[in-house]
C-alpha cells in the first residue's frame, strides 16, 4: 500500500520513510544486497501495522535504520534489527519466492527461471526464518498448489463475482495467514489481523487482475477477471471496479476494530481509498489518453527534478578545488535525478561528508578503470579481427568470445559510458561554484536557502518541497 509521502505531515511521513527504509535496509542485511530491488509495498505497511501494534518505540531504533539513505549501510550497526522489520523483510523474500513459483508454472519464461537461481538461497532461507516464526509454511505451499488447481480447472462457480472470490481466496489465505502470525509473534490477538490480511490478500488479487486484462490477454496467460467473464468491456470493468469499492469499506470497517491509535486509523483509511482509487481508475481509463497524460507528466517531474538536481550539485560543490568539483557536480547531478528526495534526506554532516567522498572515489575509480581496460580491450578488438578477415577469406569459423571476454567488453563499455556522461555534464556546468555563488544566478544561495538541507530552488509559489514531490 504506498504511501503518498510529499502530502503527509512531517511526522507521518517520517514514520512511513523509516519503514519503507528499515525494511529495505533489513532485506539487504538478512537476504544479500541484490534481494533488496523486490521490496513490495504491502510488506513495508505490514512492518508499520506491527510497529505500531506493538507500540515500539522507533527512537531506539539502530542508528542506520533510522536513516533515510541507502548508502548508509545497516551491517554499521551491531545491534539487532527491529522484529517488525525482520518480519517484512522475511515476508517479502517469501511473496517473491511464491510470486517466482507461480510465473514460473504459468509461462516458464526465461526471466523467472533466471530470478529463482539467482534468489535460490535467499528463497530458502526466507522459508526457514517464516518457519521459526511460526508460520505455517506446509499450508502456504498447499494454497499455492489449489490456486493452480483452480486456475486450471473446468468448472468454476456460474455467478462471476463468486468465481472472482473463488480464484482470489488462495491469495487472500496466504496473506492472511502472514498478518496473523506476526500479529500472533508480538503478543496481539492474530483473528482480527488474520481477517484485515484476507481482505487485503483478495483486493490486492483483483486489483492486479483488473489491471493485467488486456496485457493477459495478448500473452495468453491465465486473468481471473477473463476466465470468470466471457467478454471484458468498459461495464464489466465497471462491475468489478464497484466489487473492489465494496471489498475496500469492508476493510475500512475492519481498520476501525483494530487496537490502534486513532490517528493512525485515520490515516490507514485514507491511504487505502486514495490507493484504489488510483488504481481503479488508471485500469477503468482508455489506454492511449492515460499514456498521453503519463508521459506529459513525466516530463513535468523531470523538468523539476533537473532544476533541483542543479541546485543540490551547486550547494555541494561551493567553495571547493575546481579539480574536485567536477567529478562531484556530475555524481551529486545524477544522483538526484535517479533519487530526488536524496537533498531533503541528507540533514546529517557525517551523511554530507560520505555521499560527497563515494562521489569523488566511485568518478575516479571509473575513469582507473577505464584506462586500464582500453587498451586490453582494442588489443582484443583488434585482434578478433584480424582472425575474422583471415578465416573468412578460408571460409572456416572462428571461435567464439569467452565468458570473461565478454564480460570485459561489457565492462569497459559501461565505465567508459559513465565517464563520457560524467565529464559532459561537469563540461557543461564547469561553472557551478561561480553560479551557486552569484545571487543574481537563479539558484539558491547560501543566504536565500531556508529550507536547510533541501537544497532546491524556490520558485516563489510553495515550499521546497512541491518541487520534490
Given at each position: ?460 509559489s510553495g515550499s521546497s518541497s512541491d518541487n520534490q514531490c
Amino acid at each position: 500500500m504506498i504511501n503518498n509521502a510529499c502530502n503527509k505531515q512531517d511526522a507521518a511521513r517520517e514514520q512511513y520513510r523509516m519503514h519503507y527504509c528499515g525494511t529495505c535496509k533489513a532485506i539487504g542485511k538478512r537476504y544479500g544486497q541484490t534481494a533488496r530491488i523486490a521490496l513490495n509495498y504491502d510488506t513495508v505497511f505490514l512492518a508499520e501495522l506491527l510497529t505500531t501494534l506493538s507500540k515500539e518505540d522507533t527512537s531506539n531504533w539502530p542508528e542506520s535504520f533510522q536513516s533515510f539513505l541507502c548508502i548508509t549501510p545497516s551491517s554499521w550497526d551491531t545491534g539487532a534489527i527491529p522484529f517488525p522489520l525482520q518480519y517484512a523483510a522475511s515476508a517479502n523474500v517469501l511473496l517473491l519466492a511464491l510470486k517466482t513459483d507461480d510465473n514460473l508454472k504459468d509461462s516458464a519464461a526465461p526471466v523467472w527461471r533466471m530470478v529463482q537461481r539467482w534468489f535460490n538461497a535467499d528463497f530458502r532461507k526466507a522459508e526457514k526464518d517464516m518457519l521459526q516464526f511460526g508460520v505455517n509454511m506446509d499450508e502456504i505451499w498447499q494454497w499455492i498448489a489449489l490456486q493452480q488447481h483452480r486456475e486450471h480447472a473446468a468448472i468454476i462457480p456460474d455467478d462471476p463475482t463468486e468465481a472472482l472470490r473463488y480464484f482470489a481466496e488462495p491469495t487472500a489465505r496466504i496473506t492472511a495467514s502472514i498478518f496473523s502470525q506476526g500479529a500472533r509473534a508480538i503478543g496481539e490477538d492474530p483473528e482480527k489481523l488474520y481477517q484485515f490480511g484476507y481482505q487485503m490478500g483478495e483486493l490486492i488479487y483483483l486489483l492486479d487482475a483488473l489491471e493485467d486484462v488486456a496485457q493477459d490477454a495478448r500473452k495468453k496467460q491465465f486473468n481471473a477477471v477473463q476466465r470468470a467473464y466471457s467478454y471484458v468491456d468498459k461495464t464489466v470493468k465497471k462491475s468489478i471496479a464497484d466489487h473492489i469499492h465494496g471489498l475496500t469499506q469492508k476493510i475500512k470497517i475492519t481498520i476501525n476494530q483494530l487496537p490502534i491509535p486513532e490517528v493512525q486509523k485515520t490515516d490507514y483509511r485514507q491511504r487505502f481509498s486514495t490507493n484504489v482509487m488510483v488504481r481503479v481508475s488508471n485500469a477503468l481509463e482508455d489506454e492511449k489518453p492515460y499514456f498521453q497524460t503519463l508521459q506529459k507528466n513525466v516530463v513535468a517531474r523531470l523538468g523539476l527534478r533537473a532544476l533541483s538536481a542543479k541546485s543540490f550539485a551547486q550547494r555541494v560543490t561551493r567553495d571547493i578545488p575546481a579539480w574536485i568539483a567536477l567529478p562531484k557536480y556530475a555524481f551529486a547531478y545524477t544522483a538526484v535525478m535517479i533519487a530526488p528526495n536524496l537533498p531533503q534526506e541528507l540533514t546529517r554532516s557525517s551523511e554530507q561528508d560520505l555521499i560527497s567522498n563515494t562521489a569523488f572515489l566511485s568518478i575516479l575509480t571509473g575513469f582507473i578503470a577505464t584506462f586500464l581496460l582500453w587498451p586490453r580491450l582494442l588489443r582484443l578488438i583488434r585482434t578478433y579481427k584480424s582472425e575474422f578477415r583471415r578465416l573468412k577469406k578460408e571460409k572456416k569459423k572462428g571461435k567464439k568470445m569467452t565468458t570473461s571476454e565478454w564480460f570485459l567488453l561489457i565492462i569497459s563499455i559501461l565505465l567508459a559510458g559513465i565517464c563520457v556522461i560524467a565529464l559532459c555534464i561537469g563540461a557543461i556546468c564547469k561553472d557551478c561554484n561561480d553560479s551557486a555563488q552569484d545571487p543574481n544566478s537563479g539558484c539558491c544561495s547560501s543566504s536565500s536557502s531556508s529550507q536547510g538541507s533541501s537544497g532546491s530552488c524556490d520558485s516563489g509559489s510553495g515550499s521546497s518541497s512541491d518541487n520534490q514531490c
